[in-house]
């Protein structure tokens, strides 16, 4: 099959064409200097990275009706929150099934990996990677112990099944906790990452002491915390959707103008369909609703680009020959990508998806 139009990575966007054997790349270029000689298949889309959903909860989806009003911390704040109670109540099984389900309709979506915060400790990072047993996607998993203070067996076995930790704010966690969780991470080549600013602002030199990989919201930073993120070097997850529920959102104008690291993420899965496209899609709408526009160049990037780089897979966000995570081809009009993948893509507008390729899911 040739694909012929444009292609939005890492490299930017170009007019170009894709030439595909059997699923992979076998051939990129200029419109028009194809070696096919008209023999093959052609269509006209645009070629991207397939898309990473950068921040999720996956374990919210056993909720399956709409949570209660009130504050956040209401709903999700640890320990006694709407979702730990849910959590709590729920069976093993029903939990399996219904990430298992969300994930589902990530791949179905063309997503190929995805960043979870997994609560429950160490069961809960196995019962995750159960539901994904034999999915195409690629899990990375932030787990979370539960005793307080941390006890180093737990931290360990924790570690020992995820990727990192995924913590609550600072304003959640004490500064032993965190250290302490920084330091075993970095013993053992593992994120940390850690929840910021989301429902009132919180001073950076506490969710950035000690440094952490991965800040996710920042919903309510003022433009001098986002300078000092993007000082400390720090990757930025933010979930408009969400946040919007709680009448917040990100100044994603900002951290384009400043130049942050950002990816997108869906969160809560008991408030949203994990679903990376409306989240783009919102994120563009909703910016100019707030007379603060965010480039649709800067989304994409934020969904195809800037996930694969934190993962330590920067060459999954080009298009071209070898590349180790196939990319998806969607059938819309190449003349402007980037406005064209954030507003109007759907999955029945994915012509063909392609398998991750390296580890699997379970690992």
Request: charged share 30%; aromatic share 4%; glycine share 8%.
């Amino acid at each position: 099959m040739l694909v012929e139009g444009a292609i939005l990575d890492s490299d930017g966007v170009r007019r170009a064409y894709v030439r595909f054997r059997r699923g992979r790349i076998v051939e990129t270029g200029r419109p028009g200097t194809d070696s096919g000689r008209g023999r093959e298949r052609k269509v006209r889309g645009i070629v991207v990275p397939s898309p990473v959903n950068a921040h999720t909860h996956l374990g919210d989806a056993v909720s399956t009706r709409e949570p209660p009003r009130g504050p956040v911390s209401k709903l999700v704040q640890p320990p006694h929150g709407f979702k730990f109670r849910i959590l709590a109540e729920s069976t093993r099984a029903a939990k399996v099934a219904a990430i298992r389900g969300s994930l589902g309709r990530m791949v179905r979506d063309g997503v190929a990996a995805v960043v979870d915060f997994r609560e429950e400790g160490a069961a809960g990072v196995a019962l995750l990677r159960a539901a994904a047993a034999r999915l195409p996607i690629r899990l990375y998993v932030l787990g979370r112990p539960v005793a307080r203070p941390i006890e180093p067996e737990e931290l360990a076995e924790v570690l020992t099944l995820a990727d990192g930790i995924g913590l609550s704010s600072a304003r959640d966690e004490s500064d032993m906790t965190r250290r302490t969780v920084a330091r075993a991470c970095r013993a053992r080549g593992k994120r940390f990452a850690l929840h910021a600013s989301e429902a009132v602002r919180e001073d950076p030199d506490d969710y950035l002491d000690p440094c952490p990989d991965l800040l996710v919201h920042l919903a309510k930073a003022r433009e001098d915390d986002l300078e000092q993120v993007r000082e400390a070097g720090v990757t930025v997850a933010v979930c408009p959707r969400s946040n919007a529920l709680f009448g917040r959102q990100p100044d994603l104008a900002a951290m384009e103008r400043l130049g942050l690291a950002v990816m997108l993420g869906t969160d809560n899965a008991m408030f949203h369909a994990p679903s990376i496209w409306r989240e783009l899609e919102f994120a563009y709408v909703g910016s100019r609703l707030r007379r603060r526009p965010v480039s649709a160049a800067f989304l994409a990037r934020a969904a195809l680009v800037e996930p694969w780089r934190w993962l330590g897979l920067p060459d999954a966000a080009r298009v071209d020959v070898g590349t180790p995570v196939q990319p998806l081809v969607v059938r819309l009009p190449p003349e402007d990508p980037p406005y064209q993948l954030v507003t109007r893509t759907t999955q029945p507008l994915i012509l063909r998806r392609f398998p991750p390729g390296g580890r699997s899911a379970g690992r």
